[in-house]
């Protein structure tokens, strides 16, 4: 009985592991008011780029968000060290989706092929 027992804890720690695998997605880092558009946004009156309606929204309150496919999650980690360096910016993000498909913990976060190079680091 025992063995069974063990047998069955480790089929099903297995099987929870297997839905928890870190996945990788492609989108962009924005912020919770604004979401998959930042179109319409005007920050001190102009018009300005996506990175910079991000972290303005994100200074006024706004959590970051992750758009991938229209679709916008919440970014659980909020602390996560490159959120502010790629605001705004399309990004390769890796992490673990949450159960209910609503928000993404993140492990890592990269420019993708052929994005952004070269350019410098905002402060």
Request: aromatic residues 6%; charged residues 20%; positive net charge.
């Amino acid at each position: 009985m025992k063995g069974l027992s063990v047998l069955l804890s480790t089929f099903l720690l297995g099987a929870v592991s297997m839905f928890a695998a870190e996945q990788t997605w492609t989108g962009k880092i924005s912020d919770s008011m604004c979401g998959a558009s930042h179109a319409s946004m005007e920050h001190g009156g102009k018009k300005v780029s996506d990175r910079e309606c991000t972290q303005a929204c994100i200074k006024n309150g706004s959590k970051y968000v992750f758009v991938q496919g229209g679709k916008v999650y919440e970014i659980a980690n909020q602390d996560f060290s490159g959120l502010a360096d790629h605001a705004g910016h399309t990004v390769k993000l890796t992490g673990d989706m949450s159960s209910d498909g609503k928000s993404v913990t993140v492990s890592k976060i990269e420019m993708p092929a052929g994005g952004h190079k070269g350019k410098k680091k905002e402060s």
